[in-house]
């Protein structure tokens, strides 16, 4: 839970504060006013709402790991184009492909954790949980200020390259991270035997589940 936790604070902190700096790309750089600013946001926000259909349609993959990464890694790649692209038209299907991404991978670090964590900790996790969804205005002053030295384009271009090699610096680091398809299949197979009808938990082997004498078979 702690390196999905710090997993999932790479990109909050460093590429999601690209948001605040759309109005900057669409006055500054494409020159599309007030009007381009509302289609930037409009497809942020159509992104954001495919990338949870996604991710429900394929909840069922078991490998969540290469789920996780490859969306952390597209949304920053496709936020790296994006703060490239010289045209506003060609920035439309980037900034929409990005939140699809980021938004499947949100959902997916979530999902995973609600699956870790214990019931009498869950409160706790939660709250933790929420607070690094609050890190996004923190990370956007680091970012503003690049983009007041740099450009918008170049600071977003570093914080997407940052955001890469911290995360995948992460995962080479983090054992539990890299076995985490495997944590998640035995916490669910946990799960299971705990709903099952008659489980007794901290019965000893061989014990009968429904908890009366065995029955006899002779």
Request: net charge neutral.
């Amino acid at each position: 839970m702690r390196a999905l936790l710090l997993l999932s604070i790479i990109p909050i902190l460093l590429a999601m504060p690209f948001q605040a700096l759309l109005v900057v790309f669409a006055d500054d750089v494409w020159h599309v006013g007030a009007g381009g600013l509302g289609v930037l946001q409009a497809a942020a926000g159509l992104g954001g709402i495919a990338g949870s259909f996604w991710v429900a349609f394929t909840s069922e993959s078991p490998r969540k790991l290469r789920l996780m990464m490859s969306t952390l890694l597209a949304f920053a790649g496709s936020l790296l184009l994006f703060s490239l692209s010289p045209w506003f038209l060609l920035a439309l299907p980037l900034v929409f492909a990005a939140d699809v991404f980021a938004s499947a991978f949100t959902t997916t670090v979530n999902t995973l954790i609600q699956v870790l964590i214990p019931d009498e900790v869950r409160g706790r996790v939660m709250s933790l949980m929420m607070m690094t969804f609050g890190l996004t205005p923190l990370g956007t002053v680091p970012v503003s200020a690049l983009a007041e030295a740099l450009g918008a384009p170049a600071a977003v271009a570093i914080a997407s390259v940052v955001t890469v090699a911290l995360s995948l610096a992460l995962l080479a680091a983090s054992r539990a991270l890299r076995g985490i398809d495997s944590t998640v299949a035995r916490a669910l197979e946990a799960e299971a035997t705990a709903a099952a009808p008659g489980f007794r938990p901290g019965a000893p082997p061989g014990a009968p589940a429904w908890g009366g004498r065995a029955p006899d078979v002779g």
